[in-house]
């Protein structure tokens, strides 16, 4: 694990981040406005037969943007570390074969059948006895 101590972030830098993070989420939402905004039939008829791919195309621009504009802030940059850590654990797995995945995946579908069974059997046997109880 490498985990790091880190000195404590000033409150300039914090500033900084909380600017980033709100500019972040108005163009998220600036890219969701336009989506909805324009799937009146009134407004779409502004941006002609091109209506849902400038729709899907806003979205995008958004989502990308504020993406990032996230990953410039300090809580981006630890995110694009965790995702390198977790790239380079990754390298470390060591992956069944297909065979071994499918032998598995068989294993598990007996095991659900025969669990299954078991259940319905018990379920079958209580509502038995209940009816009996009832019935006496």
Do not use: C, H
């Not at 993406?67 to 965790?82: A, H, I, M, P």
């Not at 297909?98 to 025969?114: A, G, H, L, Y």
């Amino acid at each position: 694990m490498n985990s790091k101590i880190e000195p404590s972030k000033n409150a300039a830098a914090a500033g900084g981040d909380m600017i980033k993070y709100a500019v972040s989420a108005v163009l998220v939402v600036a890219g969701l406005f336009v989506w909805f905004w324009f799937s009146a039939p009134e407004r779409a008829s502004q941006l002609g037969s091109w209506t849902p791919q400038i729709r899907g195309l806003a979205v995008i621009v958004g989502l990308v943007l504020g993406g990032l504009v996230f990953l410039g802030s300090s809580k981006g940059r630890q995110t694009r570390e965790f995702l390198s850590e977790s790239r380079f654990e990754l390298r470390k797995v060591v992956w069944p074969t297909r065979k071994e995945s499918i032998q598995t995946t068989w294993v598990v579908i007996v095991v659900v059948i025969v669990l299954s069974l078991m259940l319905g059997g018990m379920d079958f046997l209580i509502q038995l006895g209940t009816k009996w109880l009832l019935g006496r």
